[in-house]
Each structure stands twice: as C-alpha cells, then as structure tokens.
C-alpha cells in the first residue's frame, strides 16, 4: 500500500483529500504545518507528498519544505496552490516538485496527478535499477570456479536473514557482491543503505547510526533509514573500538533507542559487513572485538583477485566495452587484443576496478590512448602501493571523488548519488580530504 502525506493548513482539504485518496487504496497522513510534516515524513515510508505552497502558523511555506526535503531524499513532491501562476509552477519544478496543480481541483484531477506521479516514479525507479545493474553487475560475469562457488553462495544466503560477511581486496566488488545479496533477499524491495565504518567519527556516531528525537523534530538514523531493508558497513575494520561496542549491542538486543528518546525501536534490517583487512588478524592484534566478529560472521564470502580468475577478464572486458560504448553511444570494438597485448603478465593489482577504468579510458579516447596512459594506472597504483595503508586510503579517495566530480561537471547531489553517500556525508569527506566544493 502506498503511503501519501498531505501537508495543508486547511483541515477541510485536508479531510477531503483524504478521503479521495483512501478511497483509492492509498494510506495517508495528514499535516498542517512544517514541524508536524517533517515529523510524519522522518518517521514514516512516505511514497508521494502532496503540499500546499501558503501554510499559515507554519515555521516554514510549501517551498521550504520541498527545499528541505529535496535536499536529503528523492520522494516524489505535488505542489498545490489555490493563488498559482506560472512563475511558481515554474519555480515549483526546478526546486524538485514533479507536478504543480491549482484549487480548487476535482477529484479525477487530484486522482491523475497522483497515479501518475507514482507511475512515473515507479518506472524511473526501475530504469535507474537496470542501468546499475547493467554497469555493475560485473563480478557475476565469468566461469572460474571461485566466481561460480559464490554465485552458489549467494543463491542460498540470499533469501535467508543470515548476516555476511564479505572480505577481499579493494577493487574486487564487495560492495556489488552486497548489493546482489540484498536483491535475492525477502526485502529486495527495501532501501539498501550503505555506510563507511571508516567515516563514523566516535563524537557523532550515535547520531548518526540511531537518530535523534526532541519535542520539534525526529532525525532517523543508519538503522532507521535501512528499515525492512539492507544496511550495508562497509570497511568494519576501519570501525573504533567504542563504536565497535555500540554495533554489538543493537546486534545483540536487536534494537536501539533514539539519542533523547527512551522508546525502543526495533530492528528491521539485515545487517551485511566487508572488510579489505583480514578481520582474524584485527582481532588477534586486539584492533578488533572478537565477540562483534561472531555477531557478524555468521556466513562468509572471500572475494578473489582479478588475477586468480584471470580466465575471466576477456568476458569482462567485453561487457565493459559493451557498457560503456552504450553509454557514450559509441560503436562497440573488440578490444581483447588491444588490452591482452599491452598488458601482457599484468597482475592487474587494481583488481576488476581497474580493469574496467582502463576499458573506460579505451573506449572514449580511442587511438589516443597510448602506452603512457596505459601504464599510468600501474604507475599511480606502484605508488600508492608505497604509502602506509592510512595514507594510500585518502590518496585513493580524494582521486577517486575529484573523478567523479568531473564526471558530474561539480555537481554535488549526482555525485552523491552515484558513489552512494548522502549529500551531507559527501560534504564531509570533501573538507575532510581538503577538496574544494562546486556547490551545484
């Protein structure tokens, strides 16, 4: 059942619109200001916003509160208004708002905009789901036994609640590897929430990881947004001790309460971990908690190096050229023996990452792509290679992020999307790696 939240100041409407919309099957909230909307919107799985753009006694108008909620989700927003023009249905859209309908209205306008906002919705959805797989569902191409032995693996834990833990080096799609698990999960259709264990600062980290509640607003956190869903940690072995703890705890007792709340809040989602570290080591070296380590080694995938399933890399390299002549439209060349020629006994330290980055470079610089440019990414990993782990970690980042800024012409928000951080957290990690900001 879709869920819907009406935000206007006019209880009439209010009732009337929900009235319509519950004769449809749809289950709706109700809200006459911002504090009362914000809080239905944090606290529940809201699929469609229907808001009034005047909103008396309100801290914030219909305007506001699109800003504020087109800067942390995608919901699909309907503005109302019964004093519209064009300038504010054109402001509307380019502030996110999918539609802008007038008052008064009838029901068949109310009920079209509505159904096709949501088709509409579903069907992008959708899209976005079949161009990531498409781009990403690399590791599942290929006939060498290991990649079989986990395509088995997966198979079966998949539709279990059992909690993974996926280990192997950078580059080797363990992040994919989590997210093809959660798609043959029970709760495919829930939020796949992905979070980097290195990232959570222990001052914050409650907030962050349980949300927070006091008498205005309602902020979710980690476990929260993942509800009836996958929250993936990625790199736990990055995790410190104190936050360590913390994860133990709701793993153990299977629920959390919000920083100033007492209530207990359950959790619903499935917890899946990786590590580029060997996690038996961390915890022999004291770095790591053993009992944690339990809790979420419960079933096991160790990913393999490019190199050990090197029989695979030409089905791989033509799916990459497959993909990214696509997505460039551009026409799809052979090249296997390019590749095979120039790197010949390459280890491919890079892993599939790499692999696919060099058959990335191939495809749009075509015949200027010479030696040089094939031997710089074993130049650049050579020397990230020689730097202690901490270091090498942030040289990879920051050119890994300032990539996909260009990729995006600086803007924030496609970026965030597309390397799966919140827009918040990509603030962060752009002054934290010292990187100036193109605010979008």
């Known amino acids: 059942m879709k869920q819907i939240l009406i935000i206007d100041d006019e209880k009439d409407i209010l009732k009337s619109i929900n009235a319509i919309l519950s004769e449809e099957g749809y289950k709706c909230y109700e809200a006459v200001n911002s504090n009362d909307a914000i809080n239905l919107f944090n606290s529940h799985k809201i699929d469609l916003i229907l808001l009034d753009v005047w909103l008396e006694d309100s801290k914030h108008d219909g305007l506001q509160i699109l800003e504020i909620i087109r800067s942390e989700n995608s ?176 793993l153990t007792d299977r629920n959390f309460n919000r920083l100033g709340d007492d209530a207990l809040i359950p959790v619903s989602c499935r917890i899946i971990c990786s590590s580029t570290e060997n996690l038996d080591k961390l915890v022999e070296d004291g770095s790591f908690r053993k009992d944690l380590f339990h809790r979420i080694n419960v079933v096991t995938i160790s990913l393999p190096k490019l190199i050990e399933r090197s029989g695979d890399i030409d089905l791989l390299v033509d799916h990459f050229s497959k993909v990214y002549s696509n997505l460039n439209k551009l026409s799809i060349v052979d090249l296997k023996p390019m590749i095979f020629k120039k790197y010949f006994d390459y280890k491919w330290p890079g892993n599939i990452r790499e692999l696919r980055n060099v058959v990335e470079r191939y495809i749009i610089l075509g015949d200027k792509y010479d030696d040089n440019d094939a031997s710089e990414s074993a130049t ?34 496609k970026t965030a999307n597309f390397i799966g951080m919140e827009r918040s957290a990509l603030h962060r990690k752009l002054k934290q790696l010292e990187i100036n900001e193109e605010i979008d």
């Not at 959708?126 to 997966?154: A, H, M, R, V």
């Not at 959660?182 to 495919?188: F, Y």
Request: net charge positive.
């Open 380 to 413: 650049v990993t050579k020397n990230v290679i020689s730097l202690p782990l901490k270091n090498a970690r942030k040289v990879f980042e920051k050119n890994y992020i300032l990539s996909q800024l260009e990729r995006f012409d600086g803007n924030i928000s």
């Open 75 to 250: 919901v699909p927003i309907i503005l109302m208004s019964g004093h519209g023009n064009i300038d504010m249905a054109v402001s509307a859209i380019k502030k996110g708002a999918q539609e802008f309908i007038e008052k008064p209205f009838s029901s068949e306008r109310l009920l079209l905009s509505v159904n096709r906002t949501l088709e509409i919705t579903q069907i992008t959805k959708e899209n976005i789901n079949l161009k990531n797989k498409e781009i990403f569902d690399y590791q599942f191409i290929g006939t060498s036994p290991s990649i079989l032995k986990i395509k088995q693996l997966i198979s079966k834990v998949g539709p279990t609640s059992s909690r993974v833990l996926i280990q192997g080096e950078s580059g080797t799609g363990k992040d994919i590897i989590a997210k093809e698990i959660h798609l043959n999960s029970k709760n495919s259709d829930g939020p796949f929430v992905v979070i980097n264990a290195a990232l959570l600062s222990p001052d914050n980290i409650e907030l962050e990881l349980f949300g927070s509640k006091d008498a205005n607003t309602t902020r979710k956190g980690f476990f929260e947004k993942s509800e009836n869903g996958t929250l993936f940690i990625d790199e736990i072995g990055e995790m410190p001790l104190q936050t360590q703890a913390k994860i133990l705890r709701v």
